[in-house]
């Protein structure tokens, strides 16, 4: 009877500790799909805002060619205070969209930086919009040498032209800038290090120290040559015998030999063989 009893509170044991477990990784999936619910939720409000400022900026460029209709309509024969007054109108209306239009677009562009939400879709629906922006400043200033010509001035559209092509003018510096930093930023992500030479050379470099390889700190950067790894994968050594110190990946690379069996180090993978090091040191002789 006792035995049974030691048996039966074994059993509860068991059943408790599966019971247990079982909640615990239940919890566990509960928190899991919370967190990507609360970050789906995220994404979605992002892209929701973003779609949404450029409904706005798309009717206003709609709002903005409608303004530009009346104006030239209204251009071919103005008489009288009235009409003159309308034109003033559709200028200041013009002039007010387009700066509605300027901000919410710079907005945008600023939330897509700081943005890991933001889609390549996106990204080129805002250079569409830039592109229309400066379409539009163009468009105006067309508008305003066509009243010229007609012996009409309104100081309202040579302020908006004034400002608008400042504006866009300042648009298109922020745009460079950040071009151009991008562009720094992806060739210092390519850059990478040779040099090959002998025991001896590499060691005057202190390259090589004790048979390690870029152990020393004032190894001499100077005596390598740099190189984009995007281009940069043929490597002719002009040695009959050649080692890797570097640590690259096994299949990332092969030794071959030309006619006179010279060796040229080819790089076959560049991710994997760069992922080590940027630094590549071969020993030659």
């Not at 010229?148 to 648009?171: C, P």
């Not at 210092?188 to 470099?205: M, P, R, S």
Request: hydrophobic share 40%.
């Amino acid at each position: 009877m006792t035995r049974m009893k030691r048996n039966f509170c074994l059993a509860l044991c068991v059943v408790a500790l599966v019971g247990c477990t079982h909640i615990k990784r239940e919890k566990e999936l509960t928190a899991k799909n919370d967190s990507l619910t609360v970050a789906l939720d995220e994404k979605n409000a992002a892209l929701e805002e973003a779609m949404k400022s450029i409904a706005d900026v798309q009717e206003g460029f709609r709002a903005i060619n409608e303004a530009e209709g009346r104006v030239a309509v209204n251009s071919q024969g103005i008489e009288g205070t009235t009409e003159s007054q309308h034109l003033r109108e559709d200028i200041q209306f013009i002039q007010q969209k387009m700066a509605d239009n300027r901000r919410l677009i710079e907005e945008l562009q600023r939330k897509l930086d700081v943005s890991d939400k933001s889609t390549a879709n996106l990204r080129k629906v805002l250079e569409n919009l830039k592109q229309e922006l400066n379409e539009k400043v163009a468009s105006i200033t067309t508008l305003r040498a066509e009243l010229a010509q007609k012996n009409i001035r309104i100081a309202e559209l040579d302020s908006a032209v004034v400002m608008l092509t400042g504006d866009v003018n300042a648009l298109q510096k922020i745009t460079e800038l950040q071009q151009e930093q991008i562009a720094q930023q992806t060739a210092e992500i390519n850059t990478a290090w040779y040099v090959y030479g002998t025991a001896k050379e590499l060691k005057e470099q202190n390259i090589l120290n004790r048979g390690e390889v870029l152990t020393s700190t004032e190894f001499n950067k100077s005596y390598f040559t740099e190189i984009d790894i995007r281009e940069d994968k043929v490597f002719p050594l002009y040695a009959k015998r050649a080692k890797l110190l570097t640590t690259h990946p096994v299949g990332s690379y092969e030794f071959t030999k030309d006619e006179l069996k010279q060796l040229t180090l080819h790089v076959i993978d560049t991710e994997a063989f760069w992922s080590v090091s940027r630094y590549m040191v071969i020993q030659v002789r």
